[in-house]
């Protein structure tokens, strides 16, 4: 019987967040391996659930899970951490040989020691393994050179962002790679870069320059002698030498090899970058336009705090606009933010209990940097567990857990607080809280175009605001020291 391990090292780094992203983290999220793993990740649309699949149906193959850790984005890894996690994955590997190995990576990991990790356990891995086929999988916002393409036989990145095809994409690299006819003929690869780091708040695949450039990345894909093309947006808060975007083709056909696909795609791509330097409303006119809306449920995101671009759900901005201009909910009509990361809050309110009158100070906890807390009196109105499976397409199936949270109301405006920081992404987050949708007037959410995957069907309008915070919209005024020089990061031609 022929056989596979798996693995995943899961983490999208922010190099400029202040805060950390320690081993308890990936613990905390996807820490599994072996028959556990298994279990865990069976009938989820990620990357392992399609690997649980491949396990399920394919007999002929013995499906061995190495290590599998993951953890929300934010910042850098303790590098020792992250040695952690590749000796452990190394040490499985050292009970082959394995016939074809599969790792799920995002392509934007960083740690406090080193910009490109991923590079580093790739390497490893190839040279753990031999020629055995290694397939690997990464995110959209994946940060890459042609190096990474070296070490590996057959990669694919996600198609959609929001991110709704991760089980797609790992189910055609694990078929992939164990077709005699793929993984046995390691098709011609190539990848071509990009020079502007973009930001991705107008890089969803639904609509915009990004939906376009998917489009006929899609179409060249469907001819004969192609495997795979995928374009990466990169991760505009990554400082890695392989910042930017780019695009990988694995495959040929009759007229072009694939370096001539990936350039044609890369020029496409540059062609159309200043479409995504785009400008957001102010918190104030944001707001006035919410409120203009005659019926109906409109979302603020404040994406400059979004826990998925490594946001550390302390700003206070968002919220501190709807107290200025009283915002406060209705009967039937509420105001919700979602939410401050602040365990000590959550462990007051839940010792207080519910119906308890708490002083608070909301925000600023970890840093002053993008504005003072919030003051007040704030009322508990409910305390969970934090645990929840997801119920909208992204990650379906997957359970979460936020730790303990509570439901807090200050001035006629409802907030959640969480024991750790993970963006409201589905809707089972509201269900959690007691929360129905149907009855509430502005959704204030620490979030970015992830949040659409679910909530586009369930909200009038979503609006995207211009506020500070450590994924803002403006990549001019982060000090890059690992990026190449001469990458361009604004529609502006200064740089600074």
Known sequence: MNRLAVARLWHEGNSFSPVPTPLARFRAREWVEGDEALSFYRGTATEMGAAAAFADARTDWQVTVLLCAAAPPGGPVPHDDYLTIRDRILAGLARGPWDAVYLSLHGALVTDREPAPELDLLRRVRAAIGRSPLAVSYDLHANLGPVHLEASDLAAGYKTYPHIDMAETAAKLLDGMTSPATGASRPDKALAKVPFILPS??????????????????????RPGLFDISVFGGFAYGDTPFAGPSVMVHGRTAAEPADAIADRLARA????????????????????????????????????????????????????????????????????????????????????????????RLGARLTDRFGPAIEGTALV???????????????????????????????????????????????????????????????????????????????RRILDVDLPGPAALDLRHLDFRHAPAGLRRSRLPAQP
């Open 269 to 360: 791509l540059t062609a159309q970058a200043e479409r995504f330097y785009v400008t957001l409303p102010t918190a104030a006119d944001a707001i006035a336009t919410a409120l203009a809306e005659p019926a109906g449920t409109v979302a603020l995101l404040d994406p400059a705090d979004n826990p998925l671009s490594g946001g550390i759900g302390d700003t206070p901005g968002l919220l501190r606009a709807l107290l200025e201009r009283k915002a406060e909910g209705k009967p039937g009509r509420a105001v919700l933010f979602a939410f401050f990361w602040d365990p000590g809050l959550v462990a007051q309110a839940h010792r207080a209990g519910i119906g308890a009158r708490l002083p608070v």
């Open 201 to 222: 708040f107008n890089m969803r695949t639904t609509d915009g320059p990004m939906a376009e450039i998917a489009a006929e990345a899609r179409t060249l894909a469907a």
């Open 381 to 459: 109105k409910r305390l969970t567990d934090g645990r929840f499976r997801n119920r909208g397409p992204m990650e379906h199936g997957l359970p979460v857990a936020l730790g303990p949270t509570a439901l807090l109301e200050i001035d006629g405006i409802e907030v959640i607080v969480t024991d750790s920081c993970q963006t409201p992404n589905d809707p089972a987050y509201f269900d959690l809280h007691g929360v129905d949708l149907a009855r509430v007037r502005l959704l204030a959410v620490k979030a970015k175009n992830h949040f659409r995957a679910a909530f586009a069907p369930l909200c």
